[in-house]
């Protein structure tokens, strides 16, 4: 397991109102899955799920804390997107040294809303823990804060 269940974010300081939510998830539940190519474990998604539930982020009321692991080599990982899924996969692709992370969306219908999310992180990014709290909020619909240093989705 790359992150520890028992860490504390004493770096992040942020309240409701500091979140942009800047899209809905179309489903009633939204399952995770990651692909085997990550370096993330069921127990860390879990604690980024933790985290958000912590920050009262209304989305998470959708998202099934039923973590799966598959085959990176399957179709759901090569195809990159599932209805109401959020995919977790390794970097390939990824051009790595623009990013630590990425976090793609699709929406479907006239409303608007998402329907499946996907996100690729580097297996050697700064901070693991942090970009997948930072990515997973993008997938839960927040956009980027850039007033707040202390804010897991500030971007300078």
Do not use: Q
């Not at 979140?19 to 998830?25: G, I, Q």
């Not at 069921?42 to 980024?48: W, Y």
């Amino acid at each position: 397991m790359i992150l520890g269940l028992s860490f504390i974010l004493t770096s992040v300081v942020a309240n409701a109102s500091e979140y942009h939510t800047k899209y809905e998830w179309d489903y009633s539940k939204v399952k995770v899955v990651i692909c085997d190519d990550s370096v993330y474990e069921p127990e860390d998604v879990i604690a980024a799920i933790s985290f958000w539930e912590k920050e009262n982020h209304t989305a998470l009321k959708k998202v099934s804390k039923n973590v799966t692991v598959v085959d990176a080599n399957s179709d759901h990982c090569k195809k990159g997107w599932k209805y109401g899924h959020i995919l977790i996969a390794g970097p390939n692709g990824l051009n790595t040294s623009l990013y630590d992370g990425k976090c793609k969306y699709w929406y479907g219908g006239d409303d608007g809303k998402v329907v499946s999310a996907y996100i690729r992180i580097d297996n050697r990014a700064y901070d693991l823990k942090d970009t997948l709290f930072h990515e997973f909020g993008h997938a839960l619909g927040l956009g980027h804060n850039n007033n707040n240093s202390r804010n897991i989705m500030y971007t300078p």
